[in-house]
């Protein structure tokens, strides 16, 4: 630990933890003696570069990955999303049909799931979830349940426990949709953010209540982490749930902790944690993390999609929006962030997908923005604001320049993921930087501009509502297809966001961990993991 200053150490399951402010550093695991009745406590460290924000999994303001992160090892969701939404895997559904021409879909439970009290998880649990989800009582800050029938648009129950969600028995689990909808396609786009919440536990606490209830400081939940401790923004740590039901864990802890990008890769290398979550990472990290030894896995497919978001409220003239777009240099700002594994985006659907409109496309024309700008009597004295996390300061300082080339003035303000979302939402902010998991599911993005629902982008259109209601309805696929290209043209015209890059993902490969899937989209197979 050569090198860090005011360095704390405690003790949680074995393992020795430096803290120093924000970043986390692990050293190895304490050397007692043991008899040789005694095993030494399997100990897991894992960084991530940026905070979760909440432990109630319904109440992330950026509903980001890195929440979700946590929330797959202590929750428990329906299915295991494989790279790209390709393909799934069961969790606490075995399986699933589609019923009611194509409005329903059933899912068959596993039986042998169990909430970490040792009490089963049945159909009724996931009811209890959506009804709660949905009840406008409780105020969280995402409801994904929104396209079940019996709710509004914002995913609040038109009257009380009216959301069509039905236990068909204690573990066939049945949600009927306004829509035509099928399972893949629910499970891409909202099923990786449903977790079943326990209904023996929560039931009888009313739900305006919910969030402040004690039940979340030590939450009893499903998945095959149990909650030990958490230092909020910092570092969170589980214990392992041996009862999980597709597995027992191979490790006793597994702890989290929020370490700066700019560190990652050289605490890997030098052993200090087991593994890191890192974004973005380039070829040229590839590069040296080979030379260290390190084996590493590339995504087979683009993984990685980045857009600016646009407050399309405070921004509220497109020919504004498309101005911006203009203005920037895009294969710039793709070979900044990610280098040799980037494609500049003109839409968001990946390349290779047969949903993708290949005929958009755009270049930088500070001429042709300018002439937007003009046209829409623009006050070039207006400076909008530009809210960023920490990891895409360089990135938006350059965004800051090029746009300024054109006349637009940003200015930036470096703040957490989880503010930078909320400001976005509740309209602080004019301007802000994310990154998607990309998907092959045609939709998945749109449902981002719903004039319905709070959301980044603040939409007031309800063309792009139009637009996600047909395809969804639409199940000749040709139709599909055709309908998918023309709302690409129509976010191209409109500029509700502007596409910078797609990008593989390069995984560097644990040397101590083993059966670690790299490349899911969603979640990570926490209970197959081994530590040699």
Not at 185 to 194: A, E, P
Not at 339 to 346: D, E, K, L, R
Request: aromatic share 12%; with cysteine; glycine share 6%.
């Amino acid at each position: 630990m050569a090198g860090f200053k005011n360095v704390n150490i405690r003790y949680i399951g074995g393992v020795v933890i430096a803290v120093a402010g924000m970043m986390v550093i692990f050293g190895s695991c304490s050397k007692r003696e043991t008899s040789a009745s005694q095993k030494a406590p399997v100990t897991i460290t894992f960084g991530i570069q940026t905070a979760w924000d909440n432990i109630m999994p319904y109440n992330s303001s950026s509903n980001s990955g890195y929440a979700h992160e946590i929330y797959d090892i202590l929750w428990e969701k329906l299915a295991y999303i494989e790279q790209g939404g390709l393909s799934f895997r069961p969790r606490a559904a075995d399986r699933w049909e589609n019923a009611d021409n194509g409005k329903s879909i059933i899912f068959y439970l596993n039986k042998n799931a169990t909430w970490h009290d040792g009490k089963p998880i049945t159909a009724a649990d996931w009811v209890f979830t959506a009804q709660l989800i949905s009840n406008p009582e409780l105020k969280v800050a995402n409801r994904p349940f929104w396209g079940l029938e019996g709710t509004d648009n914002g995913g609040i129950e038109l009257s009380p426990k009216s959301i069509k969600a039905e236990a068909l028995d204690d573990y066939t689990l049945k949600f009927t949709f306004k829509t035509i909808l099928f399972p893949e396609d629910f499970l891409v786009l909202q099923g990786r953010f449903i977790y079943v919440l326990p209904k023996h536990l929560l039931e009888n606490i009313p739900p305006a209540k919910l969030l402040d209830n004690e039940f979340w400081e030590h939450p009893i939940a499903a998945g095959p982490g149990k909650l030990v401790s958490e230092i909020v923004g910092n570092e969170i740590v589980f214990a392992a749930n041996k009862e999980f039901y597709l597995g027992t864990p191979q490790w006793d802890n597994l702890v989290i902790s929020v370490v700066d990008p700019s560190v990652m890769l050289s605490a890997m290398i030098a052993g200090e944690m087991d593994y890191c979550r890192i974004n973005e990472f380039s070829a040229q990290s590839e590069i040296i993390a080979q030379q260290a030894g390190f084996e590493t896995v590339h995504s087979s497919v683009y993984t990685n999609f980045l857009e600016v978001v646009l407050n399309n409220t405070s921004i509220s003239d497109p020919r504004v929006r498309q101005a911006m777009h203009y203005a920037l240099d895009k294969q710039a700002l793709t070979d900044l962030g990610v280098p040799g594994i980037g494609q500049v985006a003109h839409t968001y659907i990946m390349p290779g997908s047969e949903y993708r409109n290949d005929d958009i496309t755009i270049s930088r024309d500070l001429d042709k923005a300018r002439r937007l700008l003009d046209a829409a009597n623009y006050d070039y004295n207006k400076t909008w604001i530009f809210a960023i996390g920490p990891a895409r300061e360089s990135l938006a300082a350059a965004i800051q320049q090029q746009l300024a080339e054109a006349g637009i003035k940003v200015e930036l303000q470096v703040v957490d993921v989880a503010t930078m979302f909320a400001g976005l939402t509740n309209g602080k902010y004019d301007m802000g930087i994310t990154a998607h998991g990309a998907l092959a599911y045609p939709l998945y993005i749109n449902d981002y501009f719903s004039s319905t629902r709070p959301t980044w982008f603040s939409i007031k259109d309800t063309t792009y509502d139009e637009y996600r209601e047909k395809i969804s309805n639409t199940i000749d696929k040709p139709e599909r297809i055709r309908l998918t290209k023309e709302l690409q043209a129509y976010i191209f015209e409109t500029t509700p966001m502007i596409p910078v890059w797609y990008a593989t993902t390069i995984y560097p490969v644990s040397k101590t961990v083993k059966n670690m899937d790299y490349t899911s989209f969603s979640g990570r197979n926490y209970w197959e993991w081994v530590k040699e």
